[in-house]
């Protein structure tokens, strides 16, 4: 049981849109990720996420419409729901999902992060 300090672990690492696993409980991840720019339209069929914004914002893109989020804000993405991120500037982000969650969801490419990174 060792205490996780959030900007030491966010120092780590620089690329975007590729989460670090930080911590694990009850089958879920607790994950950091830096996003800068557009991520891929996507969705997943099984699993909630939860995107708490540690620093900076950024827009959560739905279908039907957008939600921004500033520092210290989260959103839940419940499963099945189409979306989207879009920060326009770098953007801190602490994910909390289950261990099964692929981050590109039903989406496969150049982003798609088969097995997160532990930090």
Request: aromatic share 10%; charged share 40%; no cysteine.
């Amino acid at each position: 049981m060792d205490k996780v300090n959030i900007r030491e672990k966010l120092a780590l690492f620089d690329d975007h849109w590729s989460p670090r696993v930080v911590g694990e409980l009850n089958g879920q991840h607790v994950k950091l990720v830096k996003f800068r720019g557009e991520f891929v339209w996507h969705k997943h069929d099984y699993e909630d996420e939860l995107f708490l914004v540690v620093k900076g914002r950024f827009r959560m893109d739905f279908r039907d419409r957008e939600v921004r989020l500033e520092e210290g804000e989260f959103l839940v993405v419940p499963r099945g729901i189409e979306h989207r991120p879009v920060a326009e500037e770098e953007v801190h982000v602490l994910l909390f999902e289950p261990a099964s969650t692929l981050n590109t969801g039903d989406v496969r490419d150049e982003r798609t992060v088969e097995m997160p990174e532990r930090i």
